[in-house]
């Protein structure tokens, strides 16, 4: 029972934490950007998609956090195949498709890599309370 509990008692430590700081750069984009940025326009391009990674970091906390629960059971092909599969099937394509197809700018292509790593979470966090991970022998 602890063992089950204990990434979800990790994960809302670390989306408490995140959503903290996401808050912030969401809020003030600007100073953060101007310790890595110096051309205005640079700035301005990042801000948009700085924002979205913000108010989401607390989201991909969980995912890394369910993730790394998952490879910790040795439930290494069930993550790879959502990783793979959301990367490679799924994001990639509709990036390619977005940007020389539809005309896609940064911020569209930066909102659907974020929809990519929430839907990342909901998997791996769905995957932890089905608990087939329980069953895995480790050698």
């Known amino acids: 029972e ?50 979205f990674t913000g108010l989401t970091v607390a989201g991909d906390a969980v995912s890394l956090t369910m993730q790394n629960a998952l490879l910790g059971v040795g439930d290494a092909r069930r993550v790879a195949a959502i990783s793979i599969g959301t990367q490679w099937v799924l994001f990639l394509p509709l990036a390619y498709v977005g940007v020389t197809q539809l005309g896609w700018n940064l911020n569209w292509l930066w909102g659907l890599y974020v929809a990519q790593r929430m839907l990342q979470a909901v998997m791996f966090a769905r995957l932890w309370d089905q608990g087939k991970w329980k069953g895995i022998k480790l050698a």
């Open 2 to 51: 602890d063992a089950t509990q204990w990434p979800w008692d990790v994960a809302k430590l670390t989306a408490a934490l995140m959503s903290g700081i996401g808050l912030m750069v969401a809020v003030f984009p600007e100073p953060v950007l101007r310790c890595f940025l110096t051309n205005p326009e640079a700035i301005a391009t990042a801000i948009l998609p700085l924002r």
